[in-house]
Nanobody, 126 residues
Framework: VQLQASGGGLVQAGDSLRLSCAAS????????MGWFRQAPGKEREFVAC????????IYQDSVKGRFTISRDNAKNTVYLQMNSLKLEDTAVYYC????????????????????WGQGTKVTVSS
């Protein structure tokens, strides 16, 4: 699976941004999809994951209530809607896919993921 993330940019605190991640190369639906981020000088961290059906979603505590992950299996695309952005959301955001063998599971650990996109940069300014 090849993943192409897009939608990053420079925004002000309090603004919204929607990231997209388009998948190609293999059937999209067997994969749970996740978003991770890496801020300058920090380790990569989990942001959100959505199950293959879209019926289960989990979030890092710091983004709950502000970010929403969704997917459109017909378009082979996963989204991350980010509202009320904060300075600390500044990071490079990566989408990733994990094969779930058609079970409807979600994953927080980066090591579980099989495929990674190239990242899209989000900068939140004051």
């Amino acid at each position: 699976v090849q993943l192409q993330a897009s939608g990053g940019g420079l925004v002000q605190a309090g603004d919204s941004l929607r990231l997209s991640c388009a998948a190609s190369g293999r059937t999209f639906s067997p994969y749970a999809m996740g978003w991770f981020r890496q801020a300058p000088g920090k380790e990569r961290e989990f942001v959100a994951c959505i199950s293959r059906s879209g019926g289960i979603a989990i979030y890092q505590d710091s983004v709950k209530g502000r970010f929403t992950i969704s997917r459109d299996n017909a378009k082979n695309t996963v989204y991350l809607q980010m509202n009320s952005l904060k300075l600390e959301d500044t990071a490079v955001y990566y989408c990733a896919a994990v094969s779930t063998f058609y079970s409807d599971t979600v994953h927080r650990r980066g090591s579980d993921y099989n495929y990674w996109g190239q990242g899209t940069k989000v900068t939140v300014s004051s």
